[in-house]
């Protein structure tokens, strides 16, 4: 047998493990917001509500998390799904104008009935996505772009170019109300997540997920049915997004269709990369890309806490997102780590080798 | 010895997480020799070239290449000091082409811009003279792995180097190729250059080497004059246990065992494939061993894919169990009780991010269906009885199969189809990259299994493997399949070989 090096500390399985980096990650940026915000991590409880910068950044990214949870499935199986926007944005706009429309905008049947409009177009444009990818054939990345550029356009056209506005109290309670102390909008998509969670992990379907994106022509050969679980993943992913798009949309009790998650595909991606998903498809971590969109969202919340002029955002989160990149390199910390020793060793003048000392290239 | 050493290393360490992959290895290699580099699935060989390569950078030890101490940041650095390397696991370009793979990175120039015909006339000449039959501009993975495999090798001689690497270049060649292959490993070694030569075939390393490395767990256990060291001697360093003889590995007899009768479980009836392969006639009976013999492209494979489903035949009929089938896809086969093993372990058999445990119930866990999950509890029964069967190592069942040396991802492989108890099995290659003693292991499980009932159809470029285990072997030859040999006693590797150069009925 191979002779196994020192039994892994406990502290090495857990900076081995893979939500390591992104936890520290979250851990730090939320420890710098102290810094500025000496309250940052107060919560407090006001007539019946949970107030505070966490919840914050758990209810602004609670449509982050939906939207990321169903590309974590798409990554995972190596595609990619550019249309979540446009579906954000179509089914916040589906939803708004059956609640706009109908006599009595204020009762339950009509919310779930908007509700149900939106899932059930969702289940359609994902269908669509998935038969082009497993069917046809189409890259995930060109059949995807179909429906983003049309979608917004479709979803203009469900608005009619205006904001829907729309006062509904059970509408509202979706992505702005609060139950049990606590905003549903977390409340729901906690539920999601945990539902998802058990969905791929207590059945084999995460195992075949992850095979299929991580060798498609071994999967084949193995009787996975490939095909039928990729199709099922962009059609989950779309639900994902309309689920985000109805709380969007009840967040501000209005349909945009222009800007309703506009670029939120961009940050779902990298939502889904920084908890640790390869984009080259096969393991999937879940509890990493909750992390992922937390950081993100946690990200945005500092830029306004801080007082980063509008115009340098962008730069600052390039910036911040870049790093954070760098850091989760296994690669880049070995370089890091190799330099720092290089640099002491130097530091420290030593005898002579027995032999010259070559470096091969660079 | 006479020079000094082109390539030495002393006292290398590499440590994985959880294991000690090489432990104060000291090793030489000098200008003009072949040098084995030998040891059991998992002794170290791989990782020591990739060490001595840059692939993974070493945590002790000192690499000393013509005498200056170097420090190789990359293969591509190791690749300018002069070491030309072909890995264990082909790693070219599968959608380019067979010139470019050879050519990638040194493409011939010409006021700056590629010259497409130098580079395809060059890469054909490279390539008779290995007296190989491709299309150099056909793209490589339209060409099996023992033909990608030679590419890599083509493209490692090409590159005028003072070192090559050989690591198993042969697992999945037959004779000719190999001949071809030592033909050219004496020349550049006549003209001086060091080859480290890796295979787990022991006659050929006798044949071709002067001298040898033997690793055990990690360990250097010893450097030898080929001379001076007997066959059998060899094993036991390898294995670090007293052989009574090589007979003890089961390289000896064949099994004498009557071929069963009865209704065929599998008869392939006039099925072909255009382009793959003709129109062949195949019976196989619960119990029965049929062995596919051919030269490399003869059309084995693709033979034995249709009946898999892998792919879809164009004419015949193939009848299960007495009914006709269509076999529409892997998952129809699997079904009907059919499992096929893949040559081609990494692209088409294992998940490598996977670990051990996933990839052995995984064929099992896709025929029962994502709503019938496996219980971990019976997962990790699965996993650590075929382990300790096939001696897979390191014995963890949560190791990353990327992380197993070559010849234990393999028994991987093979444990995943043996879990799904099949009908009829198809292996492919099975022992390719196998060491000598888990070899004769895994070729006693296929006897068992057969004489348990379990039909089996063997595909090997080793013919006395073949020959030892099936009752009938099918000679194929311009993916034609020309002769079905009786194996009864009075079969010999030279009559199957005459049988597939005359193309005719023996
Ligand atoms: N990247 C890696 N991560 C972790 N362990 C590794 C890695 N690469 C190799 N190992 C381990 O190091 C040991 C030596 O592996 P190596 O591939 O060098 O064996 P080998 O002698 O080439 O065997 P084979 O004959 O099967 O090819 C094995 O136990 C293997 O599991
Ligand atoms: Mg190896």
Redesign the interface.
């Known amino acids: 047998m191979m002779s196994t090096a020192a039994a892994a500390s406990p502290v090495k399985a857990v900076t081995r493990s893979r939500l390591f980096w992104p936890a520290v990650v979250l851990a730090v940026l939320l420890a710098a917001n102290l810094a500025f915000t000496p309250d940052f991590f107060a919560v407090r409880l006001q007539g019946g509500h949970l107030y505070g910068s966490l919840i914050d950044i758990l209810h602004f990214g609670a449509p982050l998390i939906l939207v990321s949870l169903g590309m974590t499935l798409v990554i995972a199986t190596g595609g990619i799904d550019l249309s979540v926007g446009s579906t954000v944005a179509i089914s916040g706009a589906l939803a708004c104008l059956h609640i706009s429309e109908s006599t009595d905008p204020g009762s339950l049947a009509t919310v779930l009935t908007a509700a149900g409009i939106a899932l059930g177009t969702a289940l359609l444009l994902g269908a669509v996505n998935g038969l082009l990818v497993a069917k046809v054939g189409v890259q995930p990345i060109i059949a995807t772009l179909i429906l983003m550029v049309a979608g917004r356009g479709v979803a203009q056209l469900i608005t009619d170019g205006q904001i829907i506005t729309v006062t509904s109290d059970p509408y509202k309670l979706i992505g702005g109300g609060y139950w049990l102390t606590m905003p549903f909008a977390i409340l729901l998509s906690a539920l999601v997540v945990l539902a998802t969670v058990l969905l791929t992990r207590s059945t084999a379907l995460g195992l075949l997920l992850e095979s299929v994106g991580g060798n498609p022509v071994a999967s084949r050969l193995v009787g996975i049915r490939a095909m039928r679980l990729v199709a099922l993943v962009y059609v989950f992913s779309a639900l994902c997004a309309a689920l985000a798009g109805l709380m969007v949309s009840s967040n501000v009790s209005a349909a945009d269709g222009n800007n309703a998650g506009l670029w939120i595909e961009l940050d779902a991606i990298l939502a889904v990369v920084l908890g640790g998903t390869s984009l080259n498809g096969g393991r999937f971590s879940i509890g990493g890309t909750v992390l992922g969109a937390l950081i993100i969202q946690t990200l945005s919340t500092t830029v306004y806490t801080i007082g980063i002029p509008p115009e340098t955002t962008l730069v600052f989160k390039a910036f911040v997102v870049i790093v954070v990149c760098l850091i989760q390199s296994p690669a880049f910390r070995a370089k890091l780590a190799a330099r720092g020793a290089r640099a002491r060793r130097t530091a420290r003048p030593h005898a002579a080798a027995p032999t010259t000392n070559r470096e091969v290239g660079a | 010895m006479r020079q000094q050493p082109v390539l030495e290393v002393r006292g290398i360490r590499k ?1 994985f ?5 090489l ?1 104060g290895v000291d090793f030489r290699l000098f200008p003009g020799e072949v040098h084995a580099l030998m040891g059991e699935n ?1 002794a170290g060989k791989s990782t020591l070239i990739k060490v001595l390569t ?1 692939v993974h ?1 070493s945590d002790g030890g ?1 690499v ?2 013509a ?8 293969p ?3 690749q ?2 002069g070491i030309s390397t072909v890995y264990q696991e082909v790693n070219l370009c599968p959608n380019l082409s067979v010139a470019e793979n050879i050519f990638i990175g040194r493409e011939p120039r010409r006021f700056g811009l590629i010259d497409w015909p130098a580079m395809r006339r060059r890469a054909a000449e490279l390539v008779r003279e290995l007296e190989l039959d491709v299309d150099v501009s056909a793209p490589l993975n339209s060409y099996s792995i023992a033909v990608q495999q030679l590419v890599a090798i083509v493209r490692a001689v090409d590159v005028s180097a003072k070192v090559l690497i050989l690591d198993e270049p042969t697992s999945s060649l037959d004779r000719d190729e190999v001949r071809q292959l030592f033909a050219v490993m004496r020349r550049l070694r006549d003209q001086g250059v060091a080859i480290l030569f890796v295979s787990h075939f022991l006659d050929q390393v006798y044949e071709i080497c002067d001298r040898m490395t033997v690793l055990r ?2 360990r250097l256990e010893g450097e030898y004059l080929t001379s001076e060291l007997g066959q059998v001697e060899l094993v036991s360093r390898m294995i670090g246990a007293e052989l009574a003889g090589l007979d003890q590995l089961g390289g000896g007899k064949r099994r004498e065992r009557t071929a069963p009768t009865g209704p065929a479980f599998l008869q392939a009836d006039r099925l072909a494939r255009r382009g793959a392969v003709e129109p062949y006639d195949l019976d196989i009976r619960p119990g029965e061993v049929i062995g596919l013999a051919g030269l490399l492209g003869s059309g084995r494979t693709e033979a034995a894919r249709l009946l ?1 489903g ?1 792919d879809q035949s164009d004419g015949g009929t193939l009848r299960i169990e007495g009914t006709v089938t269509a076999l529409r ?3 129809d086969a ?2 009907r009780g059919i499992a ?1 093993c ?1 040559e081609n372990r990494k ?8 670990t051990v445990r ?1 990839n052995i119930v ?2 099992l ?10 219980s971990r509890t019976a997962q990790d029964a699965y996993a650590l009885k075929w382990i300790r069967a096939l001696d897979i ?3 963890n069942p949560e190791a990353l199969v990327r992380n197993l040396s070559g010849g234990n991802q393999q028994k991987v492989l093979l444990a ?1 189809w043996l879990i799904t108890d099949p009908k009829l099995l198809i292996l492919d290659e099975p022992t390719r990259g196998i060491d000598i003693g888990a070899k004769a292991e895994i070729q006693k499980l296929v006897a068992n299994l057969a004489e348990e009932g379990m039909a089996v159809l063997f595909i090997s470029a080793e013919l006395e493997e073949v020959l030892r285990l099936s009752h009938r072997v099918g000679v194929l030859r311009d993916h034609r399949m020309v002769a079905q040999l009786d194996n009864d006693g009075g079969l010999t590797p030279e009559r199957v070989m005459a049988t597939i150069a005359s193309g005719a009925h023996a």
Do not use: K, M, Y
């Open positions: 440590e997480p959880g294991v000690v992959a432990d998992g840059g950078p000192e000393v290449l005498g200056e101490r170097v420090r190789i940041a990359g591509l650095q190791a300018q000091a767990n990690g898999f892998a896809s892997p998952r699997i079904a096929f893949s692209t088409e058999g294992l998940v490598g991010e996977l996933e995984l064929a866990q896709a025929a029962r269906g994502w709503t019938r999950p496996l190592r390191p014995g995943r």
